[in-house]
């Protein structure tokens, strides 16, 4: 049987009937009869175990897995504090789901909790690729992914991403089965008779020169060069927002800092090009707080980037997938892309999501934003991103 995959989406408020309603728009696209895994994201003003039961009450008991989302998308349509799932069947790929806990106090363990019952061989499904979905508001990002390849091995690749509650920055939830949990990690194992296609791009581009690191802790940024990091960072993006009527020194709301701090992200070179990182949020103190941790010594930029930047990497990130796929049938394409570019682009987000769906003409996808994509090749040994959009294609 080739894979099917098809995806729902719904902006029904009900929290029940848009589950449902989602569900069987995915089973109306040629799905259901034999469900083996779900995918699912929706926003945080839902009920999510209702949620969950609408979409349970039209497909078969069904491996599920999924977090909430700032937003979600599929081939159809791009909605706000909705529902959007993916029905997945397949018989050249197998799905093993766990889910761990507390991570904070121990991300190992909670790897392991969640991994405990993935096998580290399938006859006659030779690669290995994982999903991981994490609360986005713990600052593990980074850590819960380099645990997951030590722990699964290196001949696991790695996608997924941070929950995310609309730029709310309360509570972020992640979904296994009947578990729906914060401080949680839930991890799908795909076991595959062709390796999955994993690709990544941002759009951010250097606005200062190189800083340095002088006091961090964890997810939290004290100093920049010996000063408080909020106050370098206003110094560097102050001309940048009076072009679009802010001023900086003006704004002392934190919800509202927020949401422009998230235009201008840190950038960490890597070789080439750089890893960014997301600041969700400053403190009293000045501090920042970020999705990851940050490290003394280390040299950051601060970024900044365009409508058009973040259009562009969009789609540099969905033909890059097309052309790895290397002229092999795609069942479907699961797109991780950070709130930020939403933010960025406002009304525009859609034409960032357009930009992919013309590559994947045709193509059944599946996305939504979150607060840090997850991207990781055999061989790689940093996997955490923000400001990105991260493309994993099941390919048939």
Known sequence: MPTTFVTGISNIQDSYSAGQAAAKMAVAKGGGEKVDLILLFAGVNHHLNQVKEGVLSVTNKA???????????????????????????????????????????????????????????VEGYPYRSAMIFLDGLIGKGEE????????LGADVKFAGAAAADNLKFKETLVFC??????????MCLLASKHPVVITVKHGHKPLSPALTVTKAKDNILYEIAGEPAFEVWKRYVRDDLKKDGYDIDQISDP?????????????????????????????????????????????????????EDQIQSARIAAERAALAANGKKIAGAVIFDCACRETILKEKF??????????????????????GEIAMEIGQLSGFHNTTTVIMLILD
Do not use: W
């Open 177 to 186: 089965g009947d578990r729906i949990l914060p401080n949680a990690v839930a």
């Open 350 to 371: 859609s034409l960032a999501v357009n930009e992919m769906r013309k590559v994947f003409k045709g193509i059944p996808l599946i996305g939504f934003e979150t607060y």
């Open 144 to 151: 819960v992914v380099l645990t997951s390849h030590s722990i």
């Open 255 to 307: 919800e509202e800092i927020s949401k422009l701090l998230v235009k201008y992200e840190a950038g960490f070179m890597t070789g080439v090009d750089y890893k960014v990182r997301f600041p969700s949020s400053c403190n009293k103190d000045g501090s920042i707080n970020f999705s990851c941790s940050i490290f003394e010594g280390t040299a950051l930029k601060i970024m900044s980037s365009t409508e």
């Open 63 to 121: 491996l599920l897995i999924g977090c909430t989302s700032a937003g979600e998308f599929n081939e159809d349509e791009v909605i706000t504090d909705g529902v959007v799932c993916a029905l997945i069947s397949s018989d050249t790929h197998k799905f093993f789901t766990g889910m761990g806990t507390h991570v904070t106090y121990n991300e190992a363990q909670a790897i392991h909790d969640a991994t405990k019952d993935f096998p580290a061989y």
